[in-house]
DNA sequence: TTGAAAGCGCTAACAA
DNA sequence: TTGTTAGCGCTTTCAA
């Protein structure tokens, strides 16, 4: 039953373009069929004898048909957008996981027949964006990706019946008793990141491996915390006085390295972000100490800057392609049957591994 | 004659979002007005006696109505959408430009009542997917991006009388006789940067400054090169031996940075691109050399790689933010008087000083 | 397998 | 100032 595009024959001469664009009706007249079957050419070819498809489809491609979206979207009350709403950028951060996960996202939805609509949030309630596209029926459904803020928006679209998938997992939205989440969710395994991060530093002979990452309060920030600790422990080396837990930018990155550097000595760092390793970096150069060859450093995210800045910084790369792809099914999944929620998605991340381990 | 969104009041207690949203009908029932007036109340509220539009006002909130963007759609033939193709992220590089004009751009749009599709590029034809969106009119006008390319999308655009408004001078597609393009542009004026950047390096005493930009058939390369020769010869300085050009990317960068130390000695480096200035900074930390202390490198672009390598990369940055609003004020004025073409904008871009000057 | 009728929710034009 | 009528282009009945 899909609902296939018009094919764009190549054979037909095609007529230029009028200044307001051919209808159902004008396809039909020229076919000499009723606008019915027009319609059907296109949603139900199947129904239609073989020739008066073949005639209808010429009909379709010498006009450069192609059905009126707000008519369609009318009718059907769908609108074959998804809803994201991205944030301002950020500067003075390597953070471009999201931008990363746009293009991806676009990319996925053209092949499921959906456009991406982006909207801005508003600077106070975040909530209002999401308002207005749902009472005016502007998008089939939303990607939410910043669930990890402890943002109401999940609880928020949830209460509103909103057809919508997370990128991140629900951290204490689940369903009482049970383990299921009341939406959709796609996430990404932190702590299996850095786990596979401290293994690799683990086996290049360090043990005396430094954590950087976020305040106790971000959970994101503990589940990573959790992988590098795991990795630790289950080499039997400890971890006190080895980890640091600031915020997310360069300058806490630096500070934070800086300190441990004079009080634990660790001769290698694994971190919660990019942006954070980039302050180790920092550190390093204030110190004459070479990435890599003196202290070992590995970041989370694999952004453009991990991967050119000199001599290259290994990091855990999140496989937002395919964090595209599994929400893309679940939107449909979610838009073809509304009673029923899957159950989350979870993909493991992997190691990129450059000069500065 | 602003196409006021609904007031949501904050003292009327919100009924619960019905399984299909409220109609016009709905709040005109509940007002005990036509759904005309309804209509007019949005639309057009000065035709409303005060009385009238209060009560219209209250209902409206109570039932918390919002316009179904499809139906006005239909019958206003817009779609308050602004298409803009984004094409596959670029990894390994340090280009981020496209993603920071994406965020301006949804919230200068959202200022002006649109929203922003984003679309895939079709691998193939380029233009496929502007024809697709064009045909069934999702979007009222593009903004595109990638005319330095010698993409056909503008002239194609053209021929089709498509809305659009180009981030991007229209290289060669001035009008005949005129300096005049056919359609309204925005752009920044990369040799005023390079020349900026230029005049930095020869404030700070360097004589024996370096130019590392595109291949001579990229119009915006050649365009930056020219800024650096303009100061350079505005001084009195040869700028023989001191220029390279090769491919936009960080091995490039590399080689041709190692090449030229090699021969022509310079003490800085003007790059055309963050991706070739990071090359520099490699070829710099291979040869022990610091940046800013030793040889002095500068960037284009003010990516987040600029911003936060150690010890910063000073680089050019183009005022994204300004080039979103004159974008969406051409295009209202484009949508306002399709046969008005206003003079292209030419914005002037700033320096981020940092550490490697 | 094809066609006729109805209506999605809105706004433009006109009438009262 | 408010209400009535018509129709944007499409798809979904239902009838032929």
Redesign the interface.
Known sequence: MSRN?PVVGRAYPRLP?P?T?PTLADVAERAGVSRQTVSNAINNPDLLRPDTLARVQEAIAVL????????R??RT?T?Q?IGMR???????????TM??F???L??TS?EAGY??????GDGGDPVVGYD?LL????VDAFVVTDTYLGNPQAAWLEE??APFVAFGRPWDALRPGTDQARHPWVDVDGAAGTELATAHLLEKGHDRIAWIGWRKDSRIGEDRRSGWTRAMHGRGLATTGLASRVEDT?ASGREASAHLLGSARPSAFVCASD?LA?GV??T??DRGLRPGADVAVVGFDD???A?????GLTSVRQPLEDVAVHVVSALEGLLAHPAVVGPGVMLTPTLAVRGSS
């Open positions: 595009e373009m200044v664009p450069g048909y192609s059905p009126n979206r707000a008519a979207n009318l009350r609108s957008l991205i944030g301002p950028a950020q500067e003075g951060t390597a953070n471009a931008d990363r746009v293009h991806s676009v990319e053209r456009h991406v609509l982006l909207f801005a207005a009472r005016s029926t502007a509103r019946r360069i942006t980039m970096l920092h390093l150069g952004s453009q800057v991967q050119v800045v000199p001599p």
